[in-house]
């Protein structure tokens, strides 16, 4: 009985593929019958000038007039094509971007910079040719690829994972307004004033000081204050700095807070009284405050986890927040928070 799931006729070679094994050692036996370039090429359905080409590559040099001269080889022609098209990859961009690669490489070590904030702020100002800029997946892969003076450890964004978001539990309850009551253009991100608050601890063991900070969600102008505890009465007295320092603005310039539940806002609500919006997040919900994590993970940059914040000064836990307020961003076009926070303040102190 026939059967009508096999063949035996070889599909016909497309025009424009490489020459494969059988292609060359047609070539060789035509050769030796005496046919021509074109009469071989309309046989194996190439151009003439690939028949050239493989003759060229599969015949040795002769090496003197004396004897028989070299007939071509297909299997000297195959080895020659490897040879080649172990050459003929495309050299990494980085090569050719020395300048670029060294100024990236200090600014992740120096400024702790990401790769991606490198080539935006680059780009921005134009501080490379276009064509010895690489794009930040490029920058990604020769990082894994271990092909650039850098180490993951040193980019540590790298190393994160998503979180998962779970529900917070109902059973805890809130310090005040709950985020539900938020207004939906906090979430919208087109009002300048929607701040977001939480600490951050050094050591968990043992009473010591601990960083309050505050980000604004659209310009993400980060604000990182030492206190002297994890308590209510200590993230009062700097919030009652801050109220100090905006005066009648502060209202304006803090029109909502978002924090979570931790005991240390247990007073927080009282903020309400000079004229902001005190909102709580859920219970363990950190994502609903996304962009105050966000930027206190940058934190760590500069306080790592488990270390003391007593061996850090006000004016030093200062100091990184204004390093991290000078620090390009993706999501503002590369632009600084400083620049687009002391913006807002102009329009405001003009108005």
């Known amino acids: 009985m026939d059967c009508h799931d ?30 021509s370039l074109r009469a071989i090429a309309t046989k194996i359905n190439c151009s003439a000038s690939t028949v050239l080409n493989e003759l060229r590559r599969g015949t040795p040099t002769r090496k003197s007039s004396r004897g028989r001269a070299p007939e071509y080889s297909a299997k000297r022609g195959l080895a020659v094509y490897k040879a080649n098209r172990m050459q003929s990859r495309r050299h990494h961009r980085i090569l050719y971007c020395a300048d670029f690669i060294n100024w990236v490489v200090d600014q992740v070590r120096t400024q702790k910079w990401s790769l991606d904030v490198c080539v935006g702020h680059a780009r921005l100002h134009r501080q490379f040719a276009e064509n010895n800029i690489v794009c930040t997946k490029t920058l990604y892969n020769e990082l894994a690829a271990g092909n650039l003076p850098l180490s993951v450890f040193e980019v540590p964004e790298l190393l994160k994972r998503r979180a998962s978001r779970k529900r917070g539990r109902e059973h805890k309850r809130l310090k005040g307004r709950s985020i539900d009551e938020r207004p939906a253009i906090v979430d919208e991100r087109v009002e300048i004033g929607h701040w977001e608050a939480d600490t ?26 030492r206190i002297p505890g994890k308590n209510s009465e200590s993230v009062i007295e700097a919030m009652e700095e801050l109220r100090a320092e905006y005066g009648d603005r502060f209202s304006s310039v803090f ?22 919006s005190i909102y709580f997040a859920h219970p363990y919900s950190s994502w609903e405050r996304p962009v105050n994590e966000r930027h206190n993970g940058l934190l760590r940059q500069y306080i790592p986890k488990g270390v003391s914040i007593e061996k850090y000064t006000p004016a030093d836990v200062l100091r990184f927040a204004d390093e991290l307020n000078s620090r390009s961003r993706k999501r503002l076009g590369y632009q600084t928070p400083e620049e687009l926070f002391d913006a807002f303040l102009d329009s405001l102190y003009a108005a």
Not at 20 to 34: F, T, V
Not at 261 to 276: A, H, I, L, Q
């Open 200 to 225: 951050v601890i050094g050591c968990k063991s043992g009473k010591e000081a601990v960083v309050l900070t505050l980000v604004e969600r659209v310009t993400n102008n980060y604000l990182a204050i």
């Open 255 to 276: 029109k909502s807070i978002t924090t979570d539940n931790g005991s240390e806002f247990e007073k927080f609500s009282t903020v309400e009284n000079w004229g902001s």
């Open 6 to 35: 096999y063949i035996t006729v070889e599909p016909e070679r497309k025009r424009g593929q490489h020459l494969g094994q059988e292609e060359r050692g047609a070539i060789q036996q035509l050769r030796k019958l005496g046919y």
